[in-house]
C-alpha cells in the first residue's frame, strides 16, 4: 500500500498569517490526491482534489500544490474557522490511504 | 444531500454488526460510496468502496478488513450497508459513509458518523 506521510504533525499560528503543510507519498501518484480538513466531533470536509483542485464553495485561501509525491496545502490568511486537522488522502490506487493529518492550532 | 448513518453500538470481540446509511437528495446507486473510519483520538482509515451501478456495484476493501466486512446497498431504501464480522477491539471507531464525487474519486458528502466499540 502507498504510505502517505504529513509535516509538520502539528502547528501554531494566529489569524492572518500564511500556513503550509505537506504531504508526501511513496510513490508516484500523479496527482491523485485530495485534501480534507477536520474539526473535533465533525465530519471531515473536502478542500481540495486532484492536488490543486478547489472543490466547490471553499474559500480561496485554501490552495494546493504539487504532483507526483510531495504535495502541499497553503491557507493564505488563517481565518479563526481554520484551526483544524487537515488531512491529505491518495486515490491513485485502492487501498486508498490517509496521511496521518496536520494540526493547525493557536 | 443527506447522509445519516445507524446501527453502532457496544459488541464483543468475535461479534458481527451491521451499519447503515440512509442516503436523500441523490440516488445511492448512481454513485460511489465509501466507508472511512476514525479510531478514537486517530487520524481517518479508508475501509471500503462500492462503485456505482454502471460498474455493477463492485467494491474495494482496506487490507485490515478484507475479508471480515462485507459493502452493500438496497436501492429501493436508497440505502448503504456495512456488514461487520469477526469483529475486533481494534475496529473500535467511528464509522462514516461518504458519496464520491461525479468526476473524481474524493469524499464530497459525509454522515455524521456512527460509534462502533468492541470491547469485552
Known amino acids: 500500500a502507498i504510505q502517505m506521510t504529513q509535516s509538520p504533525s502539528s502547528l501554531s499560528a494566529s489569524v492572518g498569517d500564511r500556513v503550509t503543510m505537506t504531504c508526501r507519498a511513496s510513490q508516484d501518484i500523479r496527482d491523485d490526491l485530495g485534501w480534507y480538513q477536520q474539526k473535533p466531533g465533525k465530519a471531515p470536509k473536502l478542500l481540495i482534489y486532484?492536488?490543486?483542485t478547489p472543490q466547490s464553495g471553499v474559500p480561496s485561501r485554501f490552495s494546493g500544490s504539487g504532483s507526483g509525491t510531495d504535495f502541499t496545502l497553503t491557507i493564505s490568511g488563517l481565518q479563526p474557522e481554520d484551526f483544524a486537522t487537515y488531512y491529505c488522502?491518495?486515490?491513485?490506487?485502492?487501498?486508498?490511504?490517509f496521511g496521518p493529518g496536520t494540526t493547525v492550532d493557536v | 444531500v443527506q447522509l445519516v448513518e445507524s446501527g453502532g453500538g457496544l459488541v464483543l470481540p468475535g461479534g458481527s454488526l451491521r451499519l447503515s446509511c440512509a442516503a436523500s437528495?441523490?440516488?445511492?446507486?448512481?454513485?460511489?460510496m465509501d466507508w472511512v473510519r476514525q479510531a478514537p483520538g486517530k487520524g481517518l482509515e479508508w475501509v471500503g468502496r462500492t462503485r456505482d451501478k454502471v460498474n455493477r456495484h463492485t467494491t474495494e476493501y482496506a487490507a485490515s478488513v478484507r475479508g471480515r466486512f462485507i459493502i452493500s446497498r438496497d436501492n429501493l431504501k436508497n440505502s448503504l450497508y456495512l456488514q461487520m464480522n469477526s469483529l475486533k477491539i481494534e475496529d473500535t471507531a467511528i464509522y462514516y459513509c461518504?458519496?464520491?464525487?461525479?468526476?473524481?474519486?474524493?469524499?464530497?458528502?459525509w454522515g455524521q458518523g456512527t460509534q462502533v466499540t468492541v470491547s469485552s
Open positions: 486532484s492536488a490543486s
Open positions: 461518504a458519496r464520491a464525487g461525479d468526476v473524481h474519486n474524493h469524499f464530497v458528502s
Open positions: 437528495g441523490f440516488i445511492v446507486s448512481d454513485h460511489y
Open positions: 488522502l491518495q486515490d491513485f490506487e485502492f487501498p486508498f490511504t
